[in-house]
């Protein structure tokens, strides 16, 4: 089992930024592949960026490219999600992800979602 914690959510003004942490425990974190998803109200879970184990690969959604940015330090056990020029439609509940990597995102583990509400 992983166990997933996000923190780094809130209300910020349409322009802002914020920084989304999510820092996983439990069984090693070594090999995983770690991603952000978002849910907005009304709307299905939709997959936002993920970073591979050693954090040479990364991808986007359209979306958020040129925004938000992933990174990660395993030796903290911990995944980032850098998210500027954030506009009111990047407002949803955003969930951390852990999947084994060259496993597909159909069923990874989930942490319980940290709050990003973005004013216009």
């Known amino acids: 089992q992983v166990q997933l914690v996000e923190s780094g959510g809130g209300l910020v003004q349409a322009g802002g930024s914020l920084r989304l942490s999510c820092t996983a425990s439990?069984?090693?974190?070594?090999?995983?592949?770690m991603g952000w998803f978002r849910q907005a109200p009304g709307k299905e879970r939709e997959f936002v960026a993920t970073i591979s184990w050693s954090g040479g690969s990364t991808a986007y959604a359209d979306s958020v490219k040129g925004r938000f940015t992933i990174s990660r330090v395993n030796a903290k056990n911990t995944v980032y999600l850098q998210m500027n020029s954030l506009k009111s439609e990047d407002t949803a509940v955003y969930y951390c992800?852990?999947?084994?990597?060259?496993?597909?995102?159909?069923?990874?583990?989930w942490g319980q979602g940290t709050q990003v509400i973005v004013s216009s």
């Open positions: 992800a852990a999947q084994p990597m060259g496993r597909s995102w159909t069923n990874p583990y």
């Open positions: 439990g069984r090693t974190f070594s090999g995983y592949a």
